[in-house]
């Protein structure tokens, strides 16, 4: 594995990964970088929240989705944050949506109401601020955590995921406040691809056993146990 010295050696790296969980701990599994901003190795130029695009990896998350149409990011492990490049997003749709369209899953009763309402929201406007999700979809204020969890709950399902950044707007139309986190389709965010077509010509075999030689590769003593629940999302 190359050295990580940017954000060019960090594209790199992931891109001959295929995988790798966003920062801090990764899970037994793997991750490019860790979060040790507070005890950086002596010399290395990556330190976290810096606000360098070229050395802090909180920054790369958002020159990923500005900059590349090849990857992903979400919170897709463990309910924490990872990339998936779209080599390997095929072999991750076929073990944890196989065909199923969202519909079918709630149906089946394998997504919550909550989630529901999210996914609604954005299906109809196609992309939307994380603020204008919660107001479209009916939270309440003091319905934070069923909000967060049903988000995370359909970036792990593959059916929702981070497509930018954005700031929110006055009524002036002017920009104002921190940057806001945008969300779309899987569908959409994979648009004009061929991902959703590999995905439906893998088998639950195939696409389990990419991952798990894959993560052996990266992680020679990673827990199968850990491996499963990487690949499954559960």
């Not at 860790?34 to 920054?59: F, M, R």
């Not at 009524?171 to 991902?195: H, L, P, Q, S």
Request: hydrophobic share 35%.
């Amino acid at each position: 594995m190359m050295s990580l010295n940017n954000y060019n050696d960090f594209i790199e790296i992931l891109l001959a990964s295929g995988f790798s969980i966003g920062g801090g701990n990764d899970e037994g599994i793997y991750a490019i970088v860790g979060y040790d901003w507070l005890n950086v190795p002596p010399g290395s130029p990556i330190i976290w929240h810096t606000g360098d695009a070229e050395t802090d990896p909180w920054e790369w998350r958002v020159r990923v989705l500005n900059e590349r149409d090849d990857i992903a990011y979400s919170k897709c492990f463990f309910r924490k944050s990872g990339y998936i490049t779209r080599e390997f997003y095929p072999y991750f749709l076929a073990l944890r949506r196989g065909e199923r369209e969202f519909a079918d899953e709630y149906a089946d009763g394998l997504i919550s109401r909550c989630a529901k309402r999210i996914y609604d929201a954005v299906n109809e406007y196609g992309e939307l601020p994380i603020n204008k999700i919660k107001t479209l979809s009916c939270f309440a204020r003091d319905e934070k955590s069923k909000f967060d969890s049903a988000l995370t709950e359909l970036q792990m399902r593959l059916h929702l995921t981070i497509c930018g950044i954005s700031r929110r707007m006055n009524a002036k139309g002017e920009e104002y406040g921190w940057n806001t986190t945008m969300f779309c389709t899987t569908e959409r965010f994979w648009e004009n691809t061929d991902v959703f077509l590999n995905a439906s010509r893998l088998n639950v075999t195939e696409a389990y056993a990419a991952i798990r030689e894959r993560a052996l590769q990266l992680n020679p003593v990673a827990d199968e146990r850990k491996i499963r629940k990487f690949a499954y999302g559960k």
